[in-house]
């Protein structure tokens, strides 16, 4: 009889101190839950103002560089409009030099065997010489501003590729799925976490009355065994 109380006063110690414990633990439990699910959903509300505020920046920036495309392609029409206004001095150059070099030739001109002015020949092939100069001086600013216009033309579009990228990527971040919780996911995730914490420390605290009432009951002593009396 002794052994089985003594078994009966372990067992109902160690249901109880199960149930103390698992009543503690659950608490804390209950008690912890709330304020990580709380910074949870201000974690996701900031995500989403993040991602607000980068999508309103990469807007801006892709109207900023399509403005600069836009900017060097209004260039490569200046340019092509300066070509065009070399080109002309070059072919006046030219012509004027082709002028100075008739004139020249002019002045050879002979009157009963004399050439009287012949002294101004020099002067003008020399001029002749300056202009066909500046011709060519000209001429090669021309070609610089062609190379220069493909410069601008392949800047001008790799811009507005950049700003394609840009709008893509803008898209992309727009589109995503929103990180935001909503109240009603939160409270169901904190409903169930209730839930199952309350059965939980339901269940500990059956664990712990057993336990208590086990311990009791082998504290009680059993009734005295009569004895035979003596023949």
Known sequence: MRSSRARLRVFG???????????VIFLVVAV??????ERAKQLSESVDQERAALVASLGQAEITIRGMSTSVNNMDTSLGDAKTAIDQATSIAHQAATSM????????????????LI??????????????QL????ADIGTALDQNRSDVTMTSQN???LANSVHDLTETVRNGPSAAISSST????????YAVTAWMTVFAFGCLVSGLYLLNASRRHAPDTVRPADS
């Open 101 to 116: 070099y008739g004139l020249r030739d002019a002045m050879s001109l002979s009157i009963f065997g004399a050439q009287p």
């Open 159 to 161: 811009l507005t590729d």
């Open 13 to 23: 110690a160690a249901l109880a101190i199960y149930g103390l414990i698992g009543m």
């Open 186 to 193: 939160l409270d169901a995730v904190r409903l169930t976490l």
């Open 135 to 138: 011709g060519n001086d000209v």
């Open 32 to 37: 912890g839950v709330a304020r990580p699910l």
């Open 119 to 132: 002294g101004l020949a020099g002067n003008f092939d020399t001029t002749g010489q300056n202009l066909d």
